[in-house]
């Protein structure tokens, strides 16, 4: 079994070769690298790019550390010191995880939090510096670290919010609530529990675009079911409450951010992601959701994100059928072929307009109807062509075709004439997993397949007469 020894003993031995030895502190890394190696002596759990103060031979990220902790100690961070050590604190965690690992450990969240909490319980702020620098340096050992986050955190960062700083400081709040919403559900449990939509909903007025985006981040991160420790999520609870007060607000900002093709795309993204009910779909189409994704779509039809996007609405849309059956009301249709069309080659958002057509046609004759006429068969199968490679294309094509067809048997000369046969074919060939989808098409079409019977029941070996 190989030995391990702790970081503090590797930095230990990097300060005697520093200080005692005179050497270089790239010199003294090597030197104590050779000397554990040398004892077979496993490294794989050290930091070995610490930055290390060539004065005292200490790594600067446990200096800067102990150093925050005295002053956070003496409940006074009126000097000019703090935000100097906080910004090193900052740089020092952008390193790496590892890095903000070892930051963590030495409770560099809990004086940080202590530290910015001593600034907001000033009777006037007036230097706000200090909470500046002391919520990036926090972000910093908060990324990709969501356990450290606690109730204190959310407090702060509550508080922070409704004070109304500035928009440079939302931001860092939005931020570090991301970090601390990404594969943790308690989190974002206890988010929700404290009200914070309310904080947020003001957001949505801004006038500053940066402000919006990490906004609807927030909101998606929120109804994010990514923690394979729980059991059983509340994204759908917090989908369905986000919804109730955002959904509306949201679709009207559509025709305001008509121009800004990121900030659309955010929108576009996050309102897909709230409709998760029939009545939440009824709703973004009384308030205009179904033109304004006609127009973002004919405004912006050479951007791929903003028409991915568009489709992802289209299809989250048609989850109900009343509204399902209008989405292709005023010559939707045709468009929904010429932007398909103009992006096809690109692969993601080939699968996310294959999927949309299925969803659109699933049980609509009519919608099948609308979009044969547009031309969306040779599109289809086309599409199809250009990703061979690709299992979710040929999957999402498949279910296209088969949701086109079932109702409208008269449309399979029309895709059999593209030589659609032939790329199920050989879909079905690359793809074993994918063959029930493949063969359900070709089965539609009138294709000959040879379909497996899955169960044939349990056969009685003793024969009974009556």
């Known amino acids: 079994m190989a030995k391990v020894i702790s970081q503090e003993t590797f930095d230990d031995v990097v300060k005697e070769n520093v200080v005692e030895f005179a050497m270089s502190v790239q010199e003294a890394k090597e030197e104590t690298v050779k000397q554990f190696e040398a004892q077979g002596i496993n490294l794989a759990n050290i930091i070995k790019d610490l930055s290390i103060n060539e004065e005292t031979g200490n790594p600067v990220l446990t200096e800067t550390i102990e150093k925050l902790k ?198 576009l993204l996050t309102i897909a992601a709230l409709t998760v009910r029939h009545e939440f779909c009824v709703q973004v189409e009384e308030a205009g959701g179904l033109k304004f994704i006609r127009d973002c779509m004919k405004e912006h039809s050479s951007s791929i994100r903003v028409s991915k996007e568009a489709l992802k609405l289209m299809r989250a849309l048609a989850g109900n059928d009343a509204v399902k059956n209008n989405i292709l009301k005023d010559g939707m249709s045709k468009l929904l072929d010429e932007i398909i069309n103009i992006h096809k080659a690109n692969e993601p958002f080939a699968r996310a307009a294959l999927h949309c057509l299925s969803t659109i046609t699933l049980r609509s004759k009519e919608n099948s109807q609308l979009l044969f006429d547009a031309g969306i068969a040779e599109t289809i199968v086309e599409t199809m062509k250009l990703h061979p490679t690709s299992k979710i294309v040929q999957r999402n094509g498949a279910w296209a075709i088969r949701n086109m067809v079932s109702r409208s048997r008269e449309q399979c000369p029309a895709f059999l004439s593209h030589d659609v046969e032939e790329i199920l074919k050989q879909a079905m060939e690359t793809y074993s997993d994918v063959q029930y989808d493949l063969k359900a098409a070709l089965r539609d079409l009138g294709c000959e397949v040879q379909l497996k019977e899955e169960w044939t029941g349990v056969k009685n070996k003793i024969h009974i007469e009556n």
């Open 70 to 267: 005295t002053i956070s100690a003496g409940d006074d961070v009126s000097s000019d010191q703090v935000p100097k050590l906080l910004e090193i604190l900052s740089k020092e965690c952008t390193a790496s995880v590892p890095h903000r690992v070892m930051a963590a450990k030495l409770g560099a969240e809990e004086i940080i939090s202590k530290i910015i909490d001593l600034a907001l319980e000033k009777q006037e702020i007036t230097d706000t510096s200090v909470i500046k620098t002391g919520l990036i340096a926090w972000n910093e050992v908060m990324n990709k670290q969501p356990d450290i986050f606690n109730d204190k955190s959310l407090f702060i960062i509550v508080q922070i919010l409704n004070k109304n700083l500035g928009d440079e400081f939302i931001l860092l709040c939005l931020q570090h609530l991301k970090h601390a919403t990404l594969l943790h559900e308690i989190n974002r449990q206890n988010i929700m529990s404290v009200g914070i939509l309310s904080s947020l909903k003001p957001l949505l007025k801004t006038q500053n675009p940066e402000v919006l985006k990490e906004t609807c981040s927030l909101l998606r991160n929120l109804i994010l079911d990514d923690d394979i420790r729980i059991e059983f999520s509340k994204a759908h609870d917090h989908a369905r409450a986000i919804a109730a007060e955002f959904l509306v607000e949201l679709s009207h900002l559509l025709p305001i951010q008509m121009k800004d093709k990121n900030i659309l795309s955010e929108l």
